[in-house]
Structure formats: structure tokens, C-alpha cells
């Protein structure tokens, strides 16, 4: 029994081992933890060649040699290794000191060891963002190139599980242990479940809810004998929930807007598949969860408070005062240093030369080592060069998306037996995770939910998946 779950889902279990591990270690955002990161990928790398997939009747060795012309053939594969290369020179080629300039009157970074190649300021930092990307690399090689649709779908299925669990644990040190990480940690701010930056947890749930959705109406629409629509419902429950008492009010804000399309989405997919019967229970069911929730905004004050925080003017704030700031001091950082950047985490470093000295009091304050905005410390840290190439994997995946949604086999409705439409054949697990991929980049343009290694490799992992579930014309 082991020995077949094994070989049916293979690297698919490495790439679950690095959510869990991020995840359950603090949320993916503490550096002490990172360590495994490496270690995991060399497990995965063995699995994806040991239990490589393999068509009946097909050798090992014969498989293995499969799963290497389609690794060579990844363009995902050139971009990611120049990335690492690009990453790893960062931090070797570092650290670099703050020294006073007399003859300018000025403070300014030495130059690194080599100056004409990307450097960092501080080696940890360099070391913590290559680590990232490690994982980030092997699990998306792994998804694309060693997992069928299967194993995909087992890892979008695990996640849901993992957030659900990780909900279960949030709501349980709310209830007893509130100012304590496990029963035994002391924090002194605010944290729900692993995460001690609950923004970090709101934008998890947010997106680990949206990939929920998807299965949910799948398994109600019966696509294949695999279909756990009660297991789906509760996680996804306990998902949203975690969304809303993590008290991010962007991740409130996105949650809404996700459950809303998803309902509307929902109703339109299965109307044709189940029935007008079948659409009355799942509007009946949404109905409870919402008079669940709104029970909580009642009787669960932190809740309630934040919710009425959410207007225009809280909103906007997140683009002017410090933030605008900050996102300007990122703006000229990059412009400084175009095309390599200053280095993993060099934003909190740099920023100090580029405000007035009476603004100095303020980067003291929490949350202002962070330009809040992801795509622009991303720019400012690693460059043109290092930002072009994360885009690059990101549109590589895309384009792969796009082809097989062209190239996509219609379905027949179970009713009618005639073949749908084109919006009808999407797999629901596509479209809505599609619509959570979107809620993670719209918050981190306002927050920095890419800085937290556990969003980061689900992001790319979900991602990843996208292409192998969509069932291609013969």
C-alpha cells in the first residue's frame, strides 16, 4: 500500500513537505528555519528521479529519461537556474559597509568584493531570499515535470487540508493561549496560528480558501469517483474563517469578494450539471456560513472592530503617508542600481540615505524596514535583472497556461449530452485559483505577502499546477 502511494505520487510528496514545513514553522517568515529548505529539495529531486511517472509498462530507466527531456525542454527550468546563479553571486559577493564620506559630506556603501558584479549589503538577508528560490525552483520543476494530474490534484487537496488544520490551531491558542505561539512561545503583537504577522496569515488563507472553492465545485459537479464534497465543505469553512480572524482587512476585503464570485461562478458551473434542486442546497449552505460569520462579527469584538475600519479613507491610507514614502524610496533605490539591485533585504539597509534626517525617527518604528509593496522591494532589491527574471518564470507558466486553455477538450454537459462552452469545459479548480492567485498580487501591492516563504512557494506551486488540469484535444 505504501509502496503504490509512493510510486503514484512521488516528488508530489516533497512539494507538500515544503508547505508544511513553511508553514508550520512560524509561518515561513522566521529565517531560523530556513535551514531545512535545501535539504528538502534534495529529497525532492531523489523522489522526482527514484518514482518518476511512468506510462504502464514503461521501465524505470526509461522513464527517468522521460522526465529529462521534459526538465531540458522547460524554459521554467533555464529561467530558474539563471535566477539562483544570479542570486547566489548576490551573496557572495557581499557584505559591503556603511563608511562617511568627508570629501562629500555623505554616507556611502564600500563596494563589494568584486565590483562589477551583483552584491548585497547584509550576507544573511542574500542568503535567506536564495533559499527561497531554492525551494521555489525545485518545487515548481517537481510540479511541472513529475506530477501528473493526479498528484497535482492530491497537492491542491493537501493544501486545503494543511489550511484547515492550521485554522483549527489559530482558533484553539485564540480561545486558551492568545498571547502565546503554541502554548509556550510569548509574543508580544498580534499573531494567528503559526504566523506572527497576521497579514501573513490573512493572505494565506485568502488564497488556500480560493483553491478550496475550486475542488468544492468540482467534487459537487462529480468530475471523476474521487469526490469528498463534506471534507471539501468543512475545510474550506474553517478556511474562511481563518481568513477572517487573522484581522488583515485587505484579506477581509478580498475574502468577501472571493466567496461572492465563487457562489455566482458555483451556480453557473453546476446549473447545468446538478440542477435547479442541487443549486437551492448550495445557496441554502452559503446562506448558513454567512449567518455563522456574521454571528462572529457580533460576539467576537476584535472582528467587529476591524470590520468597521474597512472604509474609504483606511483604504487609501495604505497609499499615502509613510507607505507612499517608502514605495518612493524604493523607486529611487532601483534607480541608483538598475540592473543588479542592492541585495536580499537591502531596502532596510539603503533607505536611511535616501529620506531627510528628521524622517529618520520614523524608520525606527515597526513595519518600516518594508516598502509594503512586493513588486517594488523585489525591483529595488534584485534589480532589473533579478526582477525580470522572476517575471520570466511567471509568464513562462502563464503562456504554458493560455496554449492548453486554447488547445482545451470541451465537455459534455451529463443532461443535454452536448458539448459545452468554452466557459463551461474550465475546471472550476482552475478559475478559482486563478481568482486567488490574483487576491495574493493585488495584496501585495498594498503588503508583503510575498515575504513570507510559506505564501511564496504556495503561490508558485498553485500556479504550477494550473496547466496540468486542464484536459487538452487529442
Given amino acids: 500500500m505504501i509502496t503504490n502511494f509512493l510510486s503514484r505520487f512521488g516528488a508530489a510528496l516533497g512539494v507538500l513537505l515544503f508547505v508544511l514545513w513553511s508553514s508550520w514553522a512560524r509561518g515561513g517568515s522566521s529565517p531560523y528555519y530556513l535551514w531545512a529548505l535545501p535539504w528538502i529539495s534534495l529529497l525532492t529531486f531523489e523522489l522526482m528521479f527514484t518514482l518518476p511517472p511512468r506510462h504502464y509498462g514503461e521501465s524505470p530507466r526509461s522513464a527517468v529519461r522521460h522526465l529529462l527531456k521534459r526538465i531540458v525542454r522547460d524554459p521554467v527550468f533555464y529561467f530558474g537556474l539563471a535566477l539562483l546563479l544570479f542570486l547566489l553571486i548576490q551573496w557572495l559577493n557581499g557584505p559591503r559597509e556603511l563608511e562617511w564620506i568627508a570629501a562629500d559630506s555623505e554616507w556611502r556603501f564600500t563596494d563589494p568584493p568584486i565590483p562589477d558584479l551583483p ?3 547584509d550576507q544573511d538577508g542574500a542568503k535567506q531570499v536564495l533559499l527561497w528560490f531554492v525551494a521555489v525552483f525545485t518545487a515548481v520543476i517537481a510540479v511541472r515535470n513529475s506530477s501528473n494530474q493526479p498528484a497535482k490534484l492530491f497537492i491542491l487537496r493537501a493544501f486545503c487540508i494543511n489550511g484547515a488544520l492550521l485554522a483549527i490551531l489559530g482558533m484553539a491558542q485564540a480561545a486558551w493561549s492568545p498571547h502565546k505561539l503554541f502554548w509556550y512561545r510569548p509574543m508580544l503583537d498580534q499573531f494567528f496560528s503559526t504566523f506572527g504577522y497576521p497579514n501573513h496569515a490573512g493572505a494565506f488563507f485568502c488564497l488556500v480558501s480560493a483553491v478550496n472553492m475550486g475542488l468544492l ?5 462529480m468530475i471523476d469517483e474521487e469526490n ?3 471534507l471539501y465543505s468543512v475545510t474550506l469553512v474553517l478556511n474562511i474563517l481563518a481568513t477572517y480572524l487573522s484581522l488583515c482587512r485587505a484579506a477581509i476585503v478580498l ?3 472571493l466567496i461572492i464570485v465563487g ?4 451556480c453557473i458551473y453546476l446549473f447545468p450539471r446538478i440542477g435547479g434542486p442541487g443549486i437551492t442546497k448550495i445557496i ?3 446562506v448558513v456560513i454567512f449567518l455563522c460569520l456574521g454571528y462572529m462579527a457580533i460576539k467576537v469584538g476584535d472582528f467587529s472592530k476591524e470590520v468597521k475600519t474597512i472604509n474609504h479613507d483606511s483604504l487609501s491610507s495604505v497609499y499615502t503617508g509613510d507607505r507612499e514614502l517608502l514605495a518612493d524610496c524604493a523607486v529611487k533605490i532601483w534607480q541608483d542600481n538598475p540592473w543588479p539591485g542592492v541585495g536580499g533585504w537591502g531596502f532596510r539597509h539603503h533607505i536611511g540615505l535616501y529620506v531627510p534626517k528628521s524622517q529618520w525617527p520614523m524608520l525606527r518604528q515597526r513595519g518600516k524596514a518594508n516598502v509594503h509593496n512586493d513588486f517594488l522591494q523585489f525591483l529595488c532589491e534584485h534589480g532589473a535583472i533579478g526582477g525580470g527574471l522572476m517575471l520570466s518564470i511567471v509568464i513562462a507558466i502563464l503562456v ?3 496554449w492548453n486553455l486554447a488547445h482545451m477538450k470541451r465537455v459534455f454537459n451529463q443532461n443535454t449530452d452536448k458539448p459545452s462552452t468554452w466557459f463551461g469545459s474550465l475546471p472550476p479548480t482552475v478559475v478559482m485559483s486563478i481568482l486567488g492567485l490574483a487576491c495574493t498580487v493585488v495584496h501585495s501591492t498594498i503588503d508583503l505577502p510575498f515575504r513570507s516563504t510559506a505564501i511564496l512557494i504556495t503561490w508558485f506551486v498553485v500556479l504550477a ?8 484535444r487529442d
Wanted: aromatic share 4%.
Fill in 465 to 472: 499546477c494550473l496547466p496540468g488540469l486542464i484536459r487538452l
Fill in 255 to 257: 475574502e468577501t469578494l
Fill in 400 to 402: 504554458h497556461l493560455i
Fill in 284 to 286: 441554502a449552505s452559503v
Fill in 119 to 121: 552584491s548585497c549589503v
Fill in 217 to 221: 465545485i468540482r467534487a459537487l459537479a
Fill in 228 to 230: 469528498h464534497p463534506i
Fill in 263 to 266: 457562489l455566482v461562478y458555483g
